[in-house]
């Protein structure tokens, strides 16, 4: 296949090395890269979207500005909402090219592990069957194994969600409230992200998937995970400036909190881990009284709902 991967940063390069291992044709479109945008989209059958979510909305205007190829599969994989829409990313794609095929990828996929040859799964969701296929195809290896699913919301959602997860779960860890807290916060995490992703239309099964638990399970544990150093650096008392400031990379978790706060104060949505997280981000509240705020919420049945 000939690839058009828009963004040069930690994932766009190793989705281009997945694709490029596999024999395809890639050309990569960054702000610092030799190639023009319209040179990078020549004759494409397939356009990666891995950019970081600030800069998908741009990108868009400038691809339409000069058009897409006939039958190009649209894929993104950027994990983030839009400021504007509250949106997720592919959205934003399907708002602009409705006669292309789009397909999300998402999955536990830690772009420094991969780059190091170590083995990863991911899923890559549409409901044209046939471009996830291809992608399927397009992609897979023996280090690298890909799922299909036809519930692109449910998959791209457990990706964009669980970045404020991790950024808890880093927190807490920065806390050293152990693991017994650890799980708590990501078992109710999940129940979070399953009410909040199928309001916005995904399965709940999906977020059981690679894409929701398994992104969970390793963002939350891993000290390579952008939000979850985020997190760490707060629940070491660090200011979220300075945290930023010496962050390689982007954690779209910090902006995801205000956007979805603001989304589900507006919905009656129930996001308890979401606020304490923003209330934590803004300067509001010391990590502590989070965690506070939490353990004493009004007591309940376990259910997800
Ligand atoms: N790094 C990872 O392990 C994974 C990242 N993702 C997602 O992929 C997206 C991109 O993440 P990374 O590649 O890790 O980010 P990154 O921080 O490594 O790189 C972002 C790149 O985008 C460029 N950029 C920043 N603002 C821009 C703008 N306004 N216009 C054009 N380019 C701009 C930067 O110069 C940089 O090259 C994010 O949504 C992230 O959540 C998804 C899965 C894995
Ligand atoms: O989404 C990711 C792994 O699946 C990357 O996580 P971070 O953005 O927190 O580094």
Redesign the pocket.
């Known amino acids: 296949m000939r690839i058009a991967v828009l963004?040069?940063?930690?994932?766009?390069t190793t989705l281009a090395g997945l694709a490029a291992a596999q024999d395809h044709q890639v050309r990569v479109w960054?702000?610092?890269g030799a190639l023009s945008l319209g040179e990078v989209l020549a004759q494409a059958e397939a356009v990666f979207s891995?950019?970081?979510?600030?800069?998908v909305a741009?990108?868009i205007d400038q691809v339409l500005a000069l058009g897409l190829p006939a039958g190009a599969i649209v894929l993104n994989?950027?994990?983030?909402l839009d400021r504007r829409t509250a949106r997720p990313a592919s959205s934003l794609w399907q708002a602009r090219f409705a006669d292309h095929p789009l397909v999300v990828l998402s999955g536990p996929?830690?772009?420094?592990e991969i780059r190091a040859g170590l083995p990863a799964a991911t899923v890559v969701a549409s409901a044209d069957g046939q471009a996830a296929g291809r992608i399927q195809q397009c992609l897979a290896s023996e280090r690298f194994r890909v799922y299909t699913s036809a519930d692109w919301r449910g998959v791209e959602l457990g990706?964009v969600l669980k970045?404020v997860i991790a950024i808890a779960a880093g927190v807490s860890d920065g806390l050293g409230l152990g693991a017994n807290a650890k799980a708590a916060l990501i078992t109710r995490g999940l129940a979070e992200m399953i009410r909040v992703g199928t309001h916005w239309g995904g399965l709940a099964e999906t977020f059981y998937g690679l894409s929701g638990l398994g992104d969970l399970l390793t963002t939350c544990n891993s000290p390579l995970s952008r939000n979850y150093q985020v997190g760490f650096g707060l629940g070491k008392g660090q200011p979220l400036e300075a945290v930023l400031e010496h962050l390689q990379?982007?954690a779209?978790g910090v902006a995801t909190a205000a956007i979805l706060a603001e989304y589900a104060r507006r919905s009656a949505l129930e996001v308890p881990i979401t606020e304490q997280v923003c209330a934590v981000l803004d300067g509001l509240r010391p990590p502590t009284e989070a965690l506070a705020a939490l353990m004493t919420r009004r007591l309940r049945e376990e259910g997800g709902g």
């Open positions: 963004g040069g940063g930690a994932w766009g960054s702000r610092s891995c950019l970081p979510m600030a800069a741009g990108a994989a950027t994990k983030g996929n830690l772009a420094a990706g970045n990379g982007t779209e």
